[in-house]
């Protein structure tokens, strides 16, 4: 009764951590990843050759940031101007962000294996037995790799999934999604000569050294897009699951979300489920103004150090007793927020 619920809902900032403190971020800019080495599924050459409408307007906008790139892939007047196809330009799109975020994937997962000590890691760890559910806007598996490595079960609807733990929706998509095979029957290949998007099926989960090979329908959501997926079978039931639980939390952590226009519909809708009562909690370095704003009138705490969940003294923020495993005390001045983080905090 008296133990912390925590709902985690998870941004490219949680990525961009563990890109700093692994060093992977040296090597592999999340911002660019048109330019990240990747190898063709199909044949050995770069990735981009087997997609000629995403190369092209790559080309064209060599200059702008690969954001830009993708927005001008959904686009439908600029292809119809550059004279590629507006429905395969975004589908090649995705598939090239889809092998990309996998190959992306398998270095943080290599990497993670020597660094428990990223504070992300050692606070999940320290908290697992407290979190109910989680929801990610990242294709890559960082999250559950952590929770694998915590052992925290999670589920997302996968077919083949043993339906077990706490519910992880990942409504954009994920690296390890696939659809059904029963559900479209024909051998995909790069360069691309068939044209399967956007079929609500159910999906499977793939095995993580099982991730670079070319996709029947990839599943990913082009950054600036609006969701729709949202009521796709594997999403729709996922976050009702995710809604239930976060009607009950105590506290609703937000990893390193930027609040983007496209995302608004759906974090607005956590939001609105969140209890009065819970304890909100912004990590980001940077908290975005209009999400802050959409806070007000709620007990918040910013966690704003780049290396993770760490206070002024370098030691985890944590969210319970840790001798009984209980709830922090509420502050007297009814902040709504925890003493030792409230006034408490002030005395130091
Ligand atoms: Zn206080």
Known sequence: MNKPKISIVAGNGLSISFGHFSGLAHHWNSQEPLSWPIDCPSHRHNFLNSLPRLKALHDKYIEHPDFDVFAKALDNATCTKHDIDPFITPLEARHFLTIAFSNYSNKQIELLETCKEWPWYKWIELHKGNIVSAFSLNYDLLLE????????????????????????????????????????SYKPNYPLTNFVDLNDTPIIRLEAN????????????????????????????????????????????FIGISYFECDRPEL?????????????????????????????????MIWSSYNGPLDSKGNLFTLKDIKTGNLLRNCFCRSGLSYQ????????
């Open 210 to 253: 099982k991730l670079i090979y070319p996709r029947s329908q990839p599943l990913c959501i082009i950054p600036n897009e609006s969701n729709k997926y949202s009521g796709y079978q594997w999403v729709a039931p996922a976050n009702r699951l995710f809604n239930e639980e976060v009607s009950k939390c105590t506290h609703c952590i």
């Open 341 to 348: 983080y409230c006034c408490g905090a002030k005395l130091l």
């Open 268 to 300: 607005d809708s956590i939001l609105d489920r969140i209890p009065i009562s819970a304890q909100i909690i912004v990590a980001n370095p940077n908290p975005p103004q209009e999400f802050m704003e959409r806070l007000k009138g709620r007990p918040v």
């Open 145 to 184: 790799s952590i929770f694998d490595g915590v052992a925290l079960q999670y589920f997302s609807l996968q077919v083949n999934h043993h339906g077990h733990g706490i519910p992880l929706v990942k409504p954009h998509g994920s690296v390890d999604f696939e659809i059904h095979p029963s559900s479209i």
